[in-house]
């Protein structure tokens, strides 16, 4: 189990975030909230990563808000500032990661997906991305531009990640000289998500979580 904290983002303001320890670390990560908030699934993912030998920390980008339903998720999604979040929250959680030492990844779902996808382009300190079903406008970051050995993982039932928009992402990332590698799995949008049961699918979050983990043993 881990706790809040409070860390210092480099523009000299502070933001909470949940920290869950390993007893023996083998890196960090950075791990960044779906649409609905800092809830106890996302923090029980941050738990599950500290279990499986990273130290996790999940900025709370909302501030303690948390969202009850889809509508509000949306609202709440749509006003938050994408670049000062990745910028200022995300970098400042890595920076706050790296003080203990060790390589630090950033990794989301949703809404964290695409915030991953920011990090791994404009963070100078990240060192991996781990993205789940989140793409982000070319204007806010292109793929082209990513820095740091890649994988993502998509559903092949999305409206919002739709497989065109896959495939445009495969598309962008030809030819970048780290590592990029996009899995597919049949299935719907938030598939990881226990929590959801209309649609999460255990045999896709299953072989998800083996890739993401053997990934980040690779590259931290």
């Known amino acids: 189990m881990g706790s809040m904290i409070e860390f210092k983002r480099p523009d000299g303001q502070t933001s909470p975030g949940y920290l869950a320890e390993a007893a023996n670390a083998k ?43 889809q509508d509000e998720a949306s609202h709440m999604m749509n006003g938050l500032d994408f670049m000062d979040a990745a910028l200022q929250d995300v970098r400042g959680a890595v920076l706050y990661l790296k003080q203990g030492g060790g390589k630090t990844a950033v990794g989301g779902f949703c809404m964290g997906g695409a915030l991953t996808i920011i990090a791994g382009v404009k963070v100078p300190e990240c060192d991996a991305a781990v993205c789940y079903y989140g793409i982000p406008p070319k204007e806010a970051a292109d793929p082209a531009q990513m820095k740091v050995p890649f994988l993502a993982h998509f559903a092949t ?3 919002w990640c739709t497989p065109e928009a896959v495939a ?29 049961p209309e649609v999460f699918n255990r045999n896709a979050a299953e072989l998800s979580w083996d890739r993401t983990i053997s990934f980040l043993e690779r590259t931290l």
């Open 27 to 69: 890196g960090n990560i950075v791990v960044l909230q779906e649409w609905w908030g800092l809830n106890d699934q996302i923090k029980k993912t941050a738990d599950r990563f500290a279990q499986a030998g990273f130290n996790a920390l999940v900025p709370d980008l909302y501030r303690g808000r948390l969202a009850s339903d």
């Open 157 to 159: 039932q999305d409206d």
């Open 168 to 196: 445009q992402l495969r598309k962008d990332m030809q030819g970048l000289s780290v590592p990029v590698d996009i899995h597919e799995y049949e299935g719907h949008h938030a598939f990881f998500n226990e929590a959801r």
